[in-house]
């Protein structure tokens, strides 16, 4: 199976992820693409201790993730990829042609960020990152659970649902 669903989220695995989206696709594994991350074998751990154990966790760089893509849609489970920001999974989009949808999952507040959804904080440089993950092609959309409605970009950028 392919990789089910490519997400963006900053907190990376924690329940939402592997409980709300992993029980809903049913997933058997989790791609982790940060660089920062998968150079630290501390933090990969920490991240491997919030993968439950029917579930595996792959820690990768964004190089590293774009060549083993074919081996994780070559699995037979299901699987997601996550990614902490938007511009990572720009350029991932860029890199790898078969992503055809991104969910933004959390993205949440800093400074020059403006409140989308209770979930979305956007700054003008990720509204940018967005509209050319778009521009490629790729349908985007905000949703912070799987039963949840999905928001579509255009909405997003203009500031939430109505």
């Given amino acids: 199976m392919p990789i089910e669903c490519f997400r963006v989220d900053d907190r990376l695995v924690h329940g939402q992820v592997v409980v709300g989206w992993g029980q809903s696709l049913r997933l058997g594994f989790i791609v982790l693409v940060d660089d920062t991350v998968a150079a630290n074998d501390w933090e990969c751990e920490l991240y491997s201790m919030g993968t439950p154990p029917e579930m595996t966790l792959f820690v990768e760089t964004t190089d590293s993730v774009v060549l083993r893509l074919p081996e994780f849609d070559a699995r037979a489970d299901a699987g997601?990829?996550?990614?902490?920001?938007i511009?990572?999974?720009?350029?991932?989009?860029?890199?790898?042609p078969r992503i055809r949808a991104v969910n933004i999952g959390g993205v949440h507040h800093r400074i020059g960020r403006t409140w989308r959804l209770p979930y979305?904080?956007?700054?003008?440089?990720?509204?940018?990152?967005?509209?050319?993950?778009?521009?490629?092609g790729v349908r985007v959309t905000a949703q912070d659970l799987p039963g949840a409605d999905e928001?579509?970009?255009e909405a997003l950028l203009s500031g939430g649902p109505a």
């Fill in 151 to 153: 928001v579509p970009l």
């Fill in 87 to 96: 511009p990572t999974m720009g350029r991932l989009v860029q890199s790898a």
């Fill in 120 to 136: 979305v904080f956007l700054s003008p440089e990720d509204d940018a990152a967005l509209a050319a993950i778009a521009s490629c």
């Fill in 80 to 85: 997601m990829l996550l990614t902490a920001d």
